[in-house]
């Protein structure tokens, strides 16, 4: 369905759709969350790989220490596990594959993920816990082991 999230939710009400799965956050900044009959957890339904993670960009001369005070430690730490279990797959945004990550106070992680290889069709899911520190290797390992069970290697 293309449109955006006003468009989609008319779509719906005039019936030409039995429902629509909308992101919850959208639905939140619009304050449309009323309209939600259900809200799916990371458990039932992964995310893609750094979803709800703000970044800001800035040139290789920008200055970095400005942005000290928005830097969030753990949603970092998140968004790089994500994003390695799908360059690790050498997956794209329209690939199906999907990570979630979780970070503890005390330093854990726990990195889920989805991947459904493009040779065989076969779905897998995986997950790892580990140290903040290993985030990278995780999910560099998970992703070798999504894609060995998918692809049937070796």
């Known amino acids: 369905m293309r449109g955006n999230v006003p468009t989609r939710i008319r779509k719906l009400d005039e019936g030409n759709f039995s429902a629509v799965i909308l992101a919850a956050a959208g639905l939140k900044r619009l304050g449309l969350m009323k309209r939600a009959s259900y809200i799916f957890s990371e458990t039932e339904m992964l ?10 960009q800035g040139r290789n001369d920008f200055d970095r220490k400005l942005l000290e005070c928005v830097d969030d ?6 968004a790089c596990a994500e994003r390695a279990v799908i360059a690790a797959l050498g997956c794209s945004c329209s690939s199906p594959a999907a990570a979630y990550c979780r970070v503890f106070k005390d330093g854990k992680i726990e990195l889920r993920a989805f991947y459904v290889s493009p040779k065989t069709g076969k779905e897998t899911f995986g997950t790892v816990s580990g140290v903040r520190e290993e985030s990278i290797p995780l999910a560099e ?5 999504l894609q060995k069970e998918a692809e049937n290697i070796g």
């Open 47 to 56: 995310p893609a790989a750094g979803q709800g993670i703000l970044a800001v």
């Open 141 to 145: 390992n998970l992703a070798a082991q």
């Open 73 to 78: 430690a753990g949603s970092r730490t998140a």
